[in-house]
C-alpha cells in the first residue's frame, strides 16, 4: 500500500517562500512523475508542476518562475519549493506519484494513481 502526505504548508505573506515536501512510504515502485496539484477555494483541481524519472521537469504557466520541482528517485520523494508567494497561490497542494507507463500526460490528474491528502497553503496581502 503506497501512501502519500504533504507536509510544509502554512500561512505566510505575500512574497514570502515555503517549501512543500511529499514523503512516500510503503511499498516501494519505479515511478513515472510525480506532481503538484492545487485546488484553491470553489475552483478545480490545477497542476503546478511535474518532474518524470529522467528529472524532467514541467510547469503550469501560472507557477513558472517561481516555483521549483525536485525529486529523489532513489526514495521516490517529491518537493515544492514555491518562492514570491501571492494570494493567488492559496489552495490545498496535493501531492501525486505515478507508477504508469510511458505514453501519459504529465499535466492530467488520472495520470497519476497515487495521491496525497493536501496541505493548507495561505498566502496574506
Known amino acids: 500500500q503506497v501512501q502519500l502526505v504533504e507536509s510544509g504548508g502554512g500561512l505566510v505573506q505575500a512574497g514570502d517562500s515555503l517549501r512543500l515536501a511529499c514523503e512516500v512510504s510503503?511499498?516501494?515502485?519505479?515511478?513515472?512523475?510525480m506532481g503538484w496539484f492545487r485546488q484553491g477555494p470553489g475552483k478545480e483541481r490545477d497542476f503546478l508542476a511535474a518532474?518524470?524519472?529522467?528529472?524532467?521537469?514541467y510547469y503550469a504557466d501560472t507557477v513558472k518562475g517561481r516555483f521549483t520541482i525536485s525529486r529523489d528517485n532513489a526514495k521516490n520523494t517529491a518537493n515544492l519549493q514555491m518562492n514570491s508567494l501571492k494570494p493567488e497561490d492559496t489552495a490545498v497542494y496535493y501531492c501525486a506519484a505515478s507508477s504508469r507507463g510511458v505514453g501519459y500526460s504529465y499535466t492530467s490528474m488520472s495520470t497519476y494513481n497515487y495521491w496525497g491528502q493536501g496541505t493548507q497553503v495561505t498566502v496574506s496581502s
Open positions: 518532474i518524470n524519472w529522467l528529472g524532467i521537469t
Open positions: 510503503g511499498r516501494t515502485f519505479s515511478y513515472t512523475a
